[in-house]
């Protein structure tokens, strides 16, 4: 997998130490509320089971999949519920764990879904975000790291299902996606 990358943007320990860094901002906010954290399936769930293991709250956890680009690397803007809660979030506090934030279509899409089931509030925490390709105006509350448009892969993020269990995050080579 290594020989598909050009270089490596974020390495195990630098995200290891702003996924703390998060889930102490994480335990502050929190500490009164009652949290129930959403993983979007499946390239939040790495950064998801580090992220939860930072928080010292009681808190509820469930997941949504929602269709993504599949092999291409640009969103279509088309979004799909593939698998929803299974419970209900009426009066919680809402955390959305996602694994990066390109052109926010997504999350839109997710916020505004979120927002019909009247829960307490809706927040968004996201490893990675690339501000420069936004196009719908989603507000990130948590971010781990600010990244140039480049296309990365490795925890938890793939290209066509390889790369997610790369421990660091890198830019895959232009050859490997334009194949
Ligand atoms: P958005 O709707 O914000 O354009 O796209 C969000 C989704 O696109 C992410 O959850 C992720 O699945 C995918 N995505 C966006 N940029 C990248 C990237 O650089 N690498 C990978 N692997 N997926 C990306």
Redesign the pocket.
């Known amino acids: 997998m290594e020989q598909d990358l050009d270089k490596v943007i974020l390495s195990k320990e630098q995200i290891s130490e702003r996924v703390r860094e998060l889930g102490e901002i994480i335990n502050q906010d929190y500490s009164d509320k009652q949290l129930f954290v959403i993983g ?1 399936l ?3 769930a790495v950064f998801m089971a580090d992220l939860i293991r930072q928080i010292d709250l009681p808190m509820e956890l469930d997941f949504m999949a ?1 269709s ?2 599949g092999i291409s ?3 279509s ?1 088309v ?1 799909r519920i593939v698998k929803d809660l299974d419970s209900t979030i009426t009066d919680k506090d809402v955390l959305i764990v ?12 997710i916020v505004e879904n979120l927002k019909s089931r009247k829960p307490a509030s809706i927040r968004l925490c996201t490893l ?1 975000d ?1 501000p420069s ?4 105006d ?1 507000e990130v509350q948590y971010n781990g790291f600010i ?1 140039p448009d ?4 490795g925890y938890g ?3 066509g299902e390889k ?1 997610r269990n790369l421990p660091y995050i890198g830019v895959l080579k232009p050859e490997v996606y334009s194949k």
Not at 98 to 107: A, K, N, Y
Not at 150 to 153: L, P
């Open positions: 979007i499946r390239g939040a929602v993504s680009y690397t640009k969103s803007g979004v996602e694994d990066i934030v390109d052109s926010g279509l997504t999350l839109k899409y990675l690339k390709r936004r196009v719908a989603v990244i480049e296309f990365v892969v993020l793939d290209y790369y």
